[in-house]
C-alpha cells in the first residue's frame, strides 16, 4: 500500500472512528507526534453459552472489556432445538439492546454449545446433558436468525482464553485449567499451542478411570473420575453416607447438593471434610497425572472449587505436589481463577475477538 493510499484509509477509520488519534509522550522534534490506535468502543463482539438449564451471555468490546453479562435460567434440556434456538436468539437480542450507545457495531457471536463440538461443522457431536441437540447446525441456525457471523467453539477452549486473558494476564506457554463443576474437564495449552485433540476430546478428563470400582459413570463407562470426585457425586456419596453422620450439618438439609457438601468441608464439617478430601485424592491424582505429561507452568482450578475453602484447596495443592518431581514443582503455579461467572461466554468472545482483529 503506497503512502497516499494509507494516508486515505487511516482518513477513512477515523471518520468511522475505528481508530483514535492519541498523543504519543515522544514529542521531540518540531512537530507533536500523533498516533493511531484502535478504539475500545468502536465495535464489539458477543459471547454465548447454551447449556442444559442455563443460557448466559456477555459482551466484550475491542479492548477485551466485558461491558454487558446477562443470565438467562430455563429447562432448556426439556426444548426440542428449534425452542433452545428461539430462547437463545430472544436472549442474544436483548443483550444486543445493552450495548452501550456508542458501541453498536456488532463483529460477531462466538457459542459455546453444550458437550462435544463439532467446530468445522458447526453443530453439536455429542452430548449427555442435551441429546436432542447432537447433530443440530447450530451455528447456522443462529446465523440466519440473528443476521450476524456466528463462530462455534467448545467451552474447553473458551474457558482458556479466559484465564489467560483474567487471571495470568499474559499468553501462557504451558497451562492446565481444570474446570470443577457438576462434571469435571480440563482445557491444556502446551508450548503455546491449544490443543484440541481427536475431535476436540483432549482434556476430558472428568472420564479418566480412577478406581476399579464399578461405579456408573453419565458417560457410560464405569470408576472414571467424574463419577467419584465431581460436584455431583459428592451431592450422590453424601445422600448415601449422611444417615451415619446425624450430627453433620448435612443431615439438616433436605436436599444435598455438591456445593453443600464443599461448604461443609469449609465449615470443619466432620461428614463434609472426609467426603471432601476423599474426592480430592482422586482429583490430585489425576490433575498430577497429566501435570507429568504436560509439565505445566499454571495450573488453575475453576472458581467453584473455592466453595471447599482454602484449607481445602491447600491440601489439594499439596496432594498433587507431593506426586510430582521436583524439578516439575519448581516454578509451577497452582491457583484458583478468579473468574466466579461467564468464564464460557467471556472466553468465547475472546476468541470472537481474536478472529476478528
Ligand atoms: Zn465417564
Not at 485449567?177 to 491444556?188: C, D, E, K, P, T
Not at 476423599?278 to 501435570?291: C, P, S
Not at 475453576?302 to 524439578?327: K, P, V, Y
Amino acid at each position: 500500500m503506497n503512502a497516499p493510499a494509507v494516508t486515505r484509509t487511516a482518513t477513512e477509520l477515523l471518520n468511522d472512528k475505528l481508530i483514535l488519534e492519541k498523543p504519543l509522550s515522544d514529542t521531540s522534534g518540531q512537530r507533536r507526534k500523533r498516533g493511531l490506535v484502535l478504539n475500545p468502543s468502536a465495535a464489539h463482539c458477543l459471547g454465548l453459552l447454551i447449556g442444559p438449564t442455563e443460557i448466559e451471555g456477555c459482551i466484550v468490546d475491542c479492548a477485551y472489556r466485558t461491558v454487558v453479562r446477562k443470565q438467562l435460567e430455563g429447562a432448556f434440556d426439556a426444548m426440542k432445538p428449534r425452542q433452545v434456538v428461539q430462547a437463545a436468539v430472544s436472549f442474544v437480542n436483548r443483550l444486543r439492546a445493552q450495548a452501550p450507545g456508542d458501541n453498536k457495531r456488532c463483529l460477531g457471536l462466538a457459542a459455546v454449545a453444550p458437550g462435544l463440538t463439532d467446530i468445522a461443522g458447526r453443530r453439536c457431536l455429542a452430548c449427555s446433558t442435551m441429546p436432542h441437540l447432537v447433530g443440530v447446525q447450530l451455528a447456522d441456525m443462529l446465523e440466519k436468525n440473528l443476521n450476524l457471523p456466528v463462530f462455534l467453539t467448545t467451552g474447553s477452549q473458551a474457558h482458556l482464553r479466559a484465564v489467560e486473558r483474567l487471571d495470568i494476564n499474559a499468553p501462557a506457554n504451558n497451562m492446565l485449567f481444570v474446570f470443577y463443576s457438576q462434571g469435571i474437564g480440563a482445557s491444556l495449552k502446551m508450548q503455546g499451542a491449544y490443543i484440541r485433540g481427536k475431535d476436540n476430546l483432549a482434556g476430558e478428563i472428568g472420564h479418566m478411570p480412577v478406581t476399579d470400582e464399578p461405579i456408573p459413570c453419565g458417560c457410560g463407562g464405569t470408576g472414571c473420575l467424574e463419577a467419584l470426585a465431581s460436584k455431583a457425586a459428592l451431592a450422590r456419596l453424601a445422600r448415601q453416607a449422611v444417615r451415619e453422620f446425624a450430627g453433620s450439618s448435612l443431615a439438616a438439609l433436605s436436599e444435598i447438593k455438591g456445593d453443600d457438601v464443599l461448604k461443609a468441608a469449609a465449615d470443619g464439617d466432620r461428614l463434609g471434610v472426609r467426603l471432601t478430601r476423599d474426592a480430592f485424592a482422586h482429583l490430585a491424582r489425576a490433575v498430577a497425572g497429566i501435570a507429568v505429561c504436560m509439565a505445566p507452568d499454571h495450573i488453575v482450578f475453576s472458581h467453584s472449587i473455592s466453595a471447599a475453602g482454602d484449607e481445602m484447596f491447600q491440601w489439594l495443592c499439596a496432594e498433587i505436589r507431593s506426586r510430582l518431581s521436583g524439578q516439575l514443582r519448581d516454578g509451577l503455579s497452582i491457583s484458583v481463577s478468579t473468574i466466579n461467572s461467564h468464564i464460557s461466554s467471556m472466553g468465547a468472545a475472546f476468541m470472537g475477538l481474536d478472529l476478528a482483529m
